[in-house]
């Protein structure tokens, strides 16, 4: 008897655990990790490649980085989101998790089409709906957050349409708590961790996620750049304008935009484009934006800049902006002065004056620590710059100092990871910190930013 009320107990402790949303996640996250090994235990014993020639199919090697691609996906879109953080931190991440991780920022497993259109439907209603035709079947890209589909207004108007995943919401929080509690565990065992602050990474994580979930605010970033760029006077830089009638938490309607990405380099060859010309505007018209606005793209990835058939420059998807008070906004003028001529121990003291540094840290000693992680930057064209090597340098000196930066200017350093690896392929040449269309320009926005 007691035996087996023994096993109904566990029996109902379990189907518990697989109802209860959180647990239910947590059951996922064994079950596929647990296929992974098991694949990679085959994969050893050459048992995959038996497989796939009894089945005449080509065999796909399943490396470490390969499964943990794969198994980012299998947990879903918050998962991918840090996919997406691997595949853009070059030079922090081993090379292969990087290349690897690179297909998680506009090639996910797509999501079925019949979910869109019932996603579409349920969003916009009936005449909503009506004003849409030809919506391609195919997804022109998917990401972790949503897919994008090409269509036609009624009038004829090309536009692509982005719709969030099924279940979103829901799975977003429960993956969240289960990683918060990952962050904590990981914060109290190691020190070195412990600086880095990963539950405060992870709460700015999940700050970004809920603000990306909602369309509706997307697009009134998209309309933000739009009115920066024409404020400044760059009528050749710009974002898909959307249709705020076909706009809501989950759909998103806005312009096509038809062009090269901007790490497509024998696509742009082809075409004799001046892709140097066109790099250093779209990053002067970027650091603009900074500093006059405090506002900022903050997901520059190749597959959201674009060199547009017109000549125009493209940025695509604002789920991801940066924002600076006016305080913060002056800091980030100081703090490129700083760096621009070489001027450490100012560099170290804003950094300090921004919380970044202990109120009884050696600013001295900071500055010349500054001084060994950052100087190669500014005396070394962009294409010899090896950052593999650079950017655990600069994270050593956060540990030694422990030293913490916001969230913007954490966004602000991607970017610029970002806009380095574009140079390496386009102007190798370059040095944005000593070229004279950058820097002169960027010397006269910072003095009237100052007066501003």
């Known amino acids: 008897m007691t035996f087996a009320i023994v ?24 079950l596929y990790a647990g296929k992974y090994i098991v694949l990679g235990i085959g994969e050893k014993l050459g048992l995959r490649r038996l497989a796939s020639k009894i089945r005449g199919r080509e065999h796909m090697p399943l490396t470490r980085p390969r499964a943990a691609r794969m198994f980012a996906e299998d947990m879903g879109p918050t998962f991918i989101k840090f996919g997406q953080i691997v595949g853009s931190s070059s030079g922090i991440f081993p090379d292969e998790y990087v290349e690897e991780f690179q297909s998680c920022l506009d090639k996910v497993r797509p999501f079925p089409y019949d979910q869109v259109e019932q996603t579409i439907k349920d969003e916009l209603g009936a005449e909503g709906t009506r004003q849409l035709t030809e919506v391609e079947v195919a997804p022109l890209a998917s990401a972790s957050i949503a897919q994008v589909h090409r269509a036609k207004l009624r009038d004829g108007t090309e536009v692509v349409v982005k719709v969030q995943r099924p279940g979103l919401d829901s799975r977003v929080v429960n993956d969240m708590k289960i990683m918060r509690v990952m962050a904590q565990v990981i914060a109290f065992f190691s020190k070195d961790a412990k600086l880095a602050n990963p539950v405060g990474v992870l709460d700015d994580f999940a700050a970004t996620l809920r603000e990306e979930i909602d369309f509706r605010q997307e697009a009134s970033n998209l309309d933000r750049f739009n009115e920066i760029m024409r404020e400044l006077g760059h009528a050749d830089v710009r974002a898909p304008v959307p249709h705020w009638a076909l706009t809501t938490r989950k759909v998103l309607v806005m312009e096509r935009f038809v062009g090269t990405r901007v790490d ?64 913060q906004r002056h800091m980030v003028t100081d703090y490129i002065v700083a760096f621009t001529i070489g001027d450490y121990k100012t560099l170290a003291e804003t950094v300090a004056a921004m919380g970044g540094v202990g109120e009884d840290a050696d600013l001295e000693a900071f500055a010349e620590a500054l001084k060994g992680a950052y100087e190669p930057i500014r005396n070394t064209k962009f294409g010899d710059i090896n950052f593999g090597e650079m950017i655990p340098k600069i994270h050593e000196v956060a540990r030694e100092h422990g030293m913490t930066m916001p969230r913007e200017f954490i966004l602000i350093l991607k970017q610029m990871l970002y806009f380095d690896r574009y140079a390496k392929l386009l102007a190798p040449e370059l040095n944005i910190f000593t070229d004279p269309r950058l820097v002169l320009s960027l010397m006269q926005d910072i003095q009237r930013a100052r007066s501003s």
């Not at 518990?16 to 996250?29: D, G, K, N, Q, S």
């Open 264 to 327: 497509d380099v024998e696509s742009i060859r082809t075409q004799a484009l001046d892709s140097e010309a066109m790099l250093v505007k779209g990053m002067r018209a970027w650091f603009q934006c900074v500093l006059f606005h405090g506002f900022f793209h903050g997901d520059v990835h190749a597959g959201n800049l674009m060199l547009l058939a017109n000549g125009d420059i493209g940025f695509l998807d604002f789920g991801i902006v940066g924002r600076f008070t006016d305080k």
């Open 7 to 30: 096993l109904v107990g566990l029996a109902a402790l379990l189907v518990l655990t697989i109802l209860l949303p959180v647990t239910r996640r947590m059951w996922a996250f064994t």
